[in-house]
């Protein structure tokens, strides 16, 4: 199982780098109750599949730094883009 990197955009900006391993993917399976190869491959893509999975991310990242992370469509208010190419921007991993 590949850990997944992605950037979340913030509507303010900010970016920041989380990181989907095996808890996170195994969330996500459970949750929409479909693999992650037919969630993320071709015609089977939803942007909130990608949204999703970035939520659970971000909210195990901040859970770990003592904070909290806001109900999936509250968080989507704050959110502008996510970015799944696991490139280095410059962003700290969280």
Do not use: H, N, Y
């Amino acid at each position: 199982m590949a850990l997944l990197t992605m950037t979340v955009i913030r509507e303010d900006g900010t970016r920041e780098k989380v990181t989907a391993g095996p808890k996170q993917q195994v969330a996500f399976e459970r949750a929409r109750k479909k693999g992650m190869g037919a969630a993320f491959a071709g015609d089977g893509l939803f942007m909130e599949d990608v949204l999703f999975l970035a939520w659970l991310a971000d909210k195990d990242a901040t859970a770990k730094a003592g904070g909290t992370v806001p109900l999936f469509d509250v968080w989507l208010d704050t959110v502008a883009d996510v970015d799944m190419s696991g490139g280095d921007d410059g962003a700290a991993p969280s």
